[in-house]
C-alpha cells in the first residue's frame, strides 16, 4: 500500500499518462488510513477531555486534517484524472463531481477495468501487450487471436 502511494506522491502533479485500479485504490486506502484515525482522534479527545486542554488537542488534530486534506487535493486530483486516461476518457470527466449524482458515475468508472494495449493516453500500465508481443513472437504466430478451439486441435494433430 505504502509503495502505490509514494507512486502517486513522486507524480505530484503528473496528469498525463494512465494509472491503473490498484495504483487509484490503493492511494485512496492509504488516505483513508491516514485520515480516518485522525478524525476519531478529534472527536474521542473533544469527548473525553472536555474544556481547555481538550481543545487544544481537538484543534491540532482538525487542523492537521485540514492541512493534509488540502496537500492531497492536487495528487488526488491526477491519479483521479490518470484513471480517466486508463480508461480512454478525457480528464474534464471530473466536471462530472460537481452535477447531482455525477460522483457515482465516477465511481463506476473508476471500478472499470481500464484500455487493453496502448490508447492516445500512453500504453498500458500492466504491461499486457508487451507481453502478447512477446508471445507472439516465441509462438511464431499469433497466440492470442486464434480461436481456442482452433489451437487445440491444431496441437492434437501435432
Known amino acids: 500500500m505504502l509503495f502505490w502511494y509514494r507512486e502517486v506522491l513522486s507524480k505530484y502533479a503528473d496528469f498525463s499518462g494512465r494509472a ?20 476519531v482522534l478529534g472527536v474521542v479527545s473533544a469527548e473525553m477531555l472536555g474544556e481547555g486542554s481538550g481543545l487544544v488537542v481537538t484543534w491540532g488534530l482538525y487542523a492537521f486534517y485540514g492541512i493534509y486534506v488540502l496537500a492531497m487535493f492536487i495528487p488526488q486530483l491526477a491519479v483521479s484524472v490518470r484513471r480517466l486516461h486508463d480508461l480512454g476518457k478525457s480528464g474534464w470527466w471530473m466536471l462530472l463531481t460537481f452535477v447531482p449524482f455525477g460522483s457515482w458515475v465516477l465511481l463506476v468508472f473508476f471500478v472499470q477495468d481500464g484500455t487493453d494495449g496502448d490508447n492516445v493516453y500512453g500504453p498500458d500500465p500492466k504491461g499486457f501487450a508487451d507481453l502478447r508481443k512477446r508471445v507472439d513472437e516465441l509462438a511464431g504466430e499469433s497466440y492470442f487471436s486464434d480461436n481456442v478451439y482452433e489451437q487445440s486441435a491444431r496441437y492434437r494433430a501435432i
Open 20 to 39: 491503473r485500479r490498484r495504483e487509484f485504490w490503493m492511494f485512496h486506502l492509504a488516505n483513508l488510513v491516514i485520515v480516518l484515525p485522525v478524525l
